[in-house]
């Protein structure tokens, strides 16, 4: 990562970092730690910044919608903050084009993969609390996150693959669908799972994630197209 990297990243953050070495760190996936010099990933940032982002959307959700119920908040809460949600905001602001990952990782499309995009929109909002406050991490949220969460909102999805294949389901009086792991590959840091989906004993459909819960994501989204 050089420094006209971090300084061009900065100029799109709109925040100078007094300590960059957080920015730094923020960027650097876990691939990256047998590489010379490199001590730390965004792990712990992303930790801080998972905690801090769900805090701030909360905390404007039950502000902006007082006479919705609980239910309703947490649906939009996790509707806004899934992995599909994070990941294309990743994408929109190029902050992907900006993480540290060893070439082994980068040929296996860790520049694209959802869920390390997800944790750097995290790490980037965990460091910018660090170096700067609470502030400076809300200003993260209101220019990035809540544009995407309100178009979420207004347009209603706020359900995931899962649940609507669920009610697809049970709409036609069957029971509800089971997700079984059937495949792993690859190393610790870096296993692609494979999940199948199944309906009174019938596979429907199979998904590939860097998590068992993006597979399972992914073989309920291709369910859907099929029944």
Do not use: W
Not at 138 to 159: G, T
Request: hydrophobic share 35%; proline share 2%; charged share 25%.
């Amino acid at each position: 990562m050089t420094t006209q990297n971090l300084k061009s990243l900065q100029e799109v953050l709109g925040y100078s970092y007094k300590d960059e070495s957080l920015l730094e760190k923020a960027l650097t996936h876990r691939s990256c730690l047998n590489h010379p010099g490199v001590t730390d990933s965004y792990e712990r940032l992303e930790f801080l910044g998972d905690a801090i982002l769900e805090m701030l959307i909360s905390v404007y959700l039950y502000n902006k919608y007082p006479d919705k119920m609980e239910g309703y908040l947490t649906a939009a809460r996790s509707a806004t903050v899934r992995t599909e949600s994070l990941s294309e905001i990743s994408k929109e602001h190029h902050f992907n084009d900006y993480i540290r990952m060893s070439k082994g990782e980068e040929a296996t499309g860790g520049r694209k993969n959802a869920s390390i995009l997800e944790d750097v929109i995290e790490s980037l909002i965990g460091s910018l609390y660090v170096d700067g406050g609470l502030e400076i991490a809300k200003n993260f949220f209101e220019q990035f996150i809540l544009p995407n969460a309100k178009d979420i909102i207004a347009l209603d999805k706020l359900k995931d693959a899962k649940s609507l294949l669920q009610e697809k389901v049970q709409s036609q009086g069957l029971v509800s669908p089971i997700y079984q792991t059937i495949g792993e590959t690859g190393l610790d840091h870096n296993k692609t799972f494979e999940v199948a989906v199944f309906v009174e004993g019938k596979q429907l459909a199979t998904g590939l994630g860097k998590n068992k819960q993006e597979a399972e994501q992914k073989a309920a989204q291709k369910a859907l197209e099929l029944i």
